[in-house]
């Protein structure tokens, strides 16, 4: 099944996960704004079965979490930006999940349920939502 993507359904699906005392680093990164970003860690994207972005374009993306330019222990260049627009429009979303994310016909984006799932099962645990630490940098 298809999910209207927004944060009140993503949070149901993949709850914001921040560190507490100890940093770790987001396993996903999602900017709910007008421009959607979806940013996941290449280890769990390696992890990932590959059907769900076979043919489609990720590209590189680099984060900074520290509180200042030389705190390079929190700088990372291992993760990757889905491109959520080359997914397709589909007019009926109760149709088989062929897609990871799909385009409604009033261009409203969606996720699919078994691909959260696959995402859970390749290692998503560390969500993180909108802003990645006060000093961040993407």
């Known amino acids: 099944m298809?999910?209207?993507?927004?944060?009140e359904n993503i949070?149901?699906?993949?709850?914001?996960?921040?560190?507490?005392?100890v940093f770790s680093n987001p396993d996903l990164?999602?900017?709910?704004?007008?421009?959607?970003?979806f940013v996941i860690w290449e280890e769990?994207?390696?992890k990932l079965n590959e059907y769900w972005l076979e043919g489609k374009d990720v590209w590189d993306s680099?984060?900074?979490?520290?509180?200042h330019p030389?705190?390079?222990?929190?700088?990372?260049?291992?993760y990757k930006t889905i491109e959520l627009l080359q997914f397709p429009t589909i007019t009926n979303l109760d149709t088989e999940e062929k897609h990871a994310f799909a385009f409604n016909g009033n261009n409203e984006l969606?996720?699919?349920?078994d691909f959260v799932k696959d995402l859970k099962s390749a290692g998503c645990v560390d969500v993180w939502y909108d802003t990645t630490a006060p000093y961040g940098r993407y």
């Open 2 to 7: 298809y999910i209207r993507f927004d944060r």
């Open 11 to 21: 949070s149901n699906l993949l709850p914001e996960n921040r560190p507490g005392i």
């Open 29 to 37: 990164f999602i900017v709910f704004d007008n421009s959607i970003r």
């Open 44 to 46: 769990v994207l390696e």
């Open 62 to 67: 680099d984060f900074d979490f520290g509180s």
């Open 70 to 78: 030389d705190d390079y222990d929190r700088q990372f260049d291992d």
């Open 110 to 113: 969606y996720i699919s349920e």
